[in-house]
């Protein structure tokens, strides 16, 4: 089974800084996905950024890049100049290709709040 | 479009009482899944489906059930709510062609007194 680690369940920056949340997985999988989704106060989620295990270039998508270190089994969100309404609720997940029906696994999520 | 949407937003039942939670998604995914979420963790899958008239066990689907008659709803019933199905649900739906992306609805609410 596979299992998605975020070490740091709060963390905060300030407005126009950069912060970045960490993410580890454990898998026997070659082929996989990663993602991260963003839960703002509001609830609904949305993905941010999305990564496929066989691509080596990083993801990027505005001001969210990722960190990927397959070897590692390391899955980083980095944020640059942060803004007020990235505050939320940071989950990052794990789907192995193909297989399985397109479920992901979770993590617990890491909070972030961006101060003024 | 509306995208993935959810009926109710907030239920408050009894113990013992039943209720059924509808999800909707007008982008024509293959895929379904409900989760919950319990404060302080990440989303556990309930239920999901890959296509009309099919339905799975995820991680936690005891005293849950599921259907799926038509390829744009996903239905979850508790037949005998408790306490401990107190927790925000939410639905999700996402293709293959799409990346796997899943898109979620806002959540239902559920306190189970």
């Known amino acids: 089974a596979q299992t998605v680690t975020q070490s740091q369940p709060e963390m905060s920056v300030q407005e126009a800084e950069t912060v970045t949340l960490s993410c580890t997985y454990d898998?026997?999988?070659?082929?996989?996905?990663l993602f991260w989704y963003k839960q703002p106060p509001s609830r609904q989620m949305i993905l941010v950024i999305r990564?496929?295990?066989?691509?080596?270039q990083n993801a990027t998508e505005n001001r969210f890049s990722v960190n990927f270190q397959k070897a590692a089994k390391s899955f980083s969100l980095k944020i640059s100049d942060s803004q007020l309404g990235d505050t939320a609720m940071y989950f990052c997940?794990?789907?192995?290709?193909?297989?399985?029906?397109?479920?992901?696994?979770f993590g617990d999520g890491t909070t972030l709040t961006v101060k003024p | 479009n509306a995208g993935v949407t959810q009926t109710p937003k907030f239920r408050v039942l009894k113990t013992g009482q039943s209720m059924t939670l509808l999800c909707a998604q007008d982008m024509n995914h293959e895929y379904m899944y409900w989760y919950r979420q319990d404060p302080g963790m990440g989303l556990r899958l309930i239920h999901y489906?890959?296509?009309?008239?099919?339905?799975a066990k995820g991680e936690v689907p005891d005293g849950y059930n599921v259907s799926r008659l038509k390829k744009q709803n996903f239905l979850l019933g508790l037949e005998s709510a408790a306490p401990s199905q107190t927790s925000v649900y939410f639905c999700a739906s996402s293709r293959p062609q799409a990346g796997y992306t899943q898109y979620f609805g806002p959540g239902t609410r559920l306190t189970v007194l």
């Open positions: 990564q496929e295990a066989y691509k080596q």
């Open positions: 489906s890959v296509g009309e008239g099919t339905t």
């Open positions: 997940a794990f789907m192995v290709s193909n297989t399985n029906a397109g479920k992901s696994t």
């Open positions: 898998t026997s999988e070659n082929n996989y996905y």
